[in-house]
Structure formats: C-alpha cells, structure tokens
C-alpha cells in the first residue's frame, strides 16, 4: 500500500449506451441493455472519483457509438503525451480519433498509432514501465511503438482467455509509485511464459480468484490507496484490505453486459499539456 495521490481521469456518460454487435464474450446483441440505469452507475463511478478529491474531465458522447463509454481505450497518456488508439474492430475504429480529436483541443501533443492498440485497456503504466497485453485486441507491433514514443519500457503480455481480451480486465494495478509498484492479477488469463514474468516482476501481487475475475474485479481503479472495485470481487476486497489498501465497491452491473467495468469506463491522464 502507498498513499493515496490526485488522479486526472477522462470520462464519457453512457447516453448513447447499448449492446448492439458483439465483440467479446460478455456482449449479448439480444439482451436487453438499460442506458438509464447505466447512466445512473456511471455517475456513481464519477462521483466517487469526486469525492476522493481526483479531477474528472468529460468528452461528449457520440451517437452511435454505444462503447464509446470505455474511456480506457481511447488512448494511453504519460507525461502529457497521448498515443491515440487504433481499434482492432470496425464498430469501434471511430473512437479513437474522436478521442485524438478531444486531446488535441485542449492543447495536447498527440500521435496517430501507425498500430492496433486499444490504449488503457492494453497498456498500463506500472511505476517507470509499461504492461502491454496482447493476443486479443492490441497487436504486439504497438507495444514497440508505444516504447518508442515514451521511452518507457514495456513488457508484453500475452492474454489467453477471451473473456480477459483486454489486459485491464485480468490485471489491476495497485500503486504506480516506481518505488513500490504493485499490481493484482488473475494467472490462468496470461500465457505460462507471461505469468513468469508476472512472478519475477511483483513477486507480492496480490492474487485473484476465479470469482473476482468473473466479476470483472480486476477492472479496478485505483489511486495507491483507494481502490474502486466491482462488489462481486469479494475476495480480491478482502485482500486487499489485508495489505492496506482501501475497497470501494462501486456496481456497474449494467456496464458489465458490454464486457467492461470501473476502469474501462475510466481514462487516466498522466502529465500536463507539454
Ligand atoms: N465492448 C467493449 C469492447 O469489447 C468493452 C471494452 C472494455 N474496455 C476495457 N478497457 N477493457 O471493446
């Protein structure tokens, strides 16, 4: 556990909200999706940053474009740079200069993603690396990109399980701070070689369990001392309780059914306008 620091987050209300493709395992076009309630959830989330004292910025939601709410994957932020996404399916490639587009207004340096990437949701900042997963959606070849463009390293990581497409859905990270950087996981999402490198690298992470990576807990968000978390994750809560961190369960249940939770839905800019 480490103390808990000022976050800067990108949000989008889910106005236009619906399932209506399907592109990962938890996405039903045939179920019946109620935009109300998760817009009713997603406000929560963004209170509850609020109130924890973080900065929420807000990008208008476009119609037609129903997974715009997954901030994460509109780009990836350090040290004010933005790495635009280039999303991997056609239903959502519109998103990422809309993303690029709001960047842009306000003054940040961007660059165009010669490579599929689907930013946050694949490409987490860890203290001074980057974990860059792979094997579902964001191609390997961005990862040297990525690397390149913030002369951070990045560490691939090759995702096995299809309900785990995105990296943020089997592994939260729980403190940044370079000195003690900490992350919690699932193993049986990640390659036998890439759950190695997990081991050698937070040989103290917290571990989770098949019910909290169900639940989505791994989406978790979190600011080295609060972190939001899913409230089926109850073992993921508990352990984190135990190594000091405080849980806050927040349900974005109705999110859930378009295969994302809190911090799908949550954006982090690291760094200001250079
Ligand atoms: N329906 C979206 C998709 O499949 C969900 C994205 C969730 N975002 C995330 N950062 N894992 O692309």
């Not at 999706?33 to 900065?55: M, P």
């Not at 990008?59 to 932020?77: F, K, Q």
Request: hydrophobic letters at 40%; one cysteine or more.
């Amino acid at each position: 556990m480490t103390a808990a620091t000022r976050r800067h987050y990108l949000m989008c209300e889910p106005t236009h909200y619906t399932v209506s493709y399907e592109i990962n395992p938890w996405m039903d076009a045939t179920r019946f999706t109620d935009s109300e309630l998760a817009v009713r959830q997603w406000r929560v989330l963004r209170d509850t940053y609020l109130e924890l004292g973080h900065t929420v910025e807000l990008i208008d939601p476009v119609p037609g474009l129903p997974d715009m709410v997954y901030a994460a994957n509109g780009a990836t932020v350090v040290d004010g740079v933005v790495y635009s996404a280039r999303f991997r399916y056609p239903e959502r490639a519109a998103e990422g200069p809309a993303y690029q587009k709001w960047f842009a207004d306000g003054g940040y340096v961007t660059h165009t993603a010669a490579e599929t990437n689907e930013g946050e949701g694949d490409l987490l900042t860890v203290g001074d690396l980057i974990l860059a997963g792979t094997g579902f959606r964001t191609a390997r070849s961005s990862h040297a990109e990525a690397q390149e463009l913030f002369g951070l390293p990045v560490v691939s990581l090759e995702l096995v399980d299809p309900h785990y497409y995105h990296l943020d859905t089997a592994l939260a990270v729980l403190s940044s701070d370079p000195a003690h950087p900490q992350v919690a996981y699932y193993p049986p999402a990640f390659s036998p070689g890439s759950r190695r490198v997990l081991e050698r690298l937070y040989p103290d992470a917290v571990i989770a369990t098949e019910r909290d990576a169900v639940a989505l807990g791994l989406n978790a968000v979190s600011d080295g001392h609060h972190v939001v978390v899913a409230p089926g994750a109850v073992d993921l809560a508990q352990a984190l309780r135990e190594r000091g961190y405080e849980p806050i369960a927040v349900d974005t249940s109705e999110l859930l059914k378009g295969g994302g939770g809190a911090k799908c839905c949550t954006l982090e800019i690291r760094g200001s306008v250079a």
